[in-house]
């Protein structure tokens, strides 16, 4: 019987060969994918039987890289307008000058159709999770009196349109999103600082 793959082997390798797709094309043989990670043909079909589980493996893995990195940028605050703006420019921080990898990977599994839905449907449920605590603090922001009245649920959403949106303006353009963060700051979330009411 075969041994089950060592995860942080298996997780290195798929880095490895997103890094190659991405730079030789998904049309790349097997034989010549496996050639370029320095391994035989056989053993990257035992570890990925498609190239879709390549991608998905590495998504996985930096998706939960950034939620590590992103977190920590987030813990620094307590005002729930600070935490929102430390999200956004946590993730854009994370990806800087890397942001091609993500939009490789996402436009990877979206071609391949294989789990297609079953991924997104992951997905959506951690950045849910993720959605509905920064919201429910916008709230309770609201009734302490630290929030200006807004709509919880679409001030998050706009922040996350905002973030993915400028990834791939960063890939097609090269935007400096310095002058962005400043504007979406000082126009949308700073405004909706308060502080509490004297009681």
């Known amino acids: 019987m075969a041994r089950p793959p060592e995860p942080e082997k298996r997780l290195e390798l798929a880095r490895q060969a997103v890094e190659v797709l991405e730079r030789e094309g998904l049309d790349i043989s097997t034989s010549r994918l496996a050639e370029a990670l320095g391994i035989n043909r056989s053993t990257l079909l ?3 039987p498609t190239r879709a589980r390549i991608i998905e493996t590495a998504l996985e893995a930096l998706l939960t890289e950034q939620a590590i990195f992103v977190l920590a ?3 620094q605050h307590s005002h729930p307008i600070d ?3 430390a999200q956004l420019r946590a993730v854009h ?3 800087a ?3 091609g990898r993500i939009v490789f990977m996402s436009q990877a599994i979206a071609a391949s159709g294989e789990r297609m839905a079953s ?4 997905g959506n449920q951690v950045f849910e999770a993720s959605r509905r605590a920064a919201a429910d603090r916008i709230r309770e922001g609201i009734a302490s009196g630290t929030v200006a009245d807004c709509d919880a649920d679409a001030l998050v959403n706009t922040i996350r349109a905002v973030t993915d949106g400028f990834m791939v303006q960063r890939v097609m353009t090269g935007l400096d999103l310095g002058p962005v963060h400043e504007l979406i700051w000082e126009h949308l979330l700073r405004p909706l600082k308060r502080q509490p009411e004297a009681t």
């Open 46 to 48: 035992y570890h990925f």
């Open 73 to 75: 940028r987030i813990e």
């Open 83 to 85: 935490r929102l703006y």
């Open 93 to 95: 921080a994370f990806h």
């Open 97 to 99: 000058g890397r942001e």
């Open 119 to 122: 991924i997104i449907a992951v």
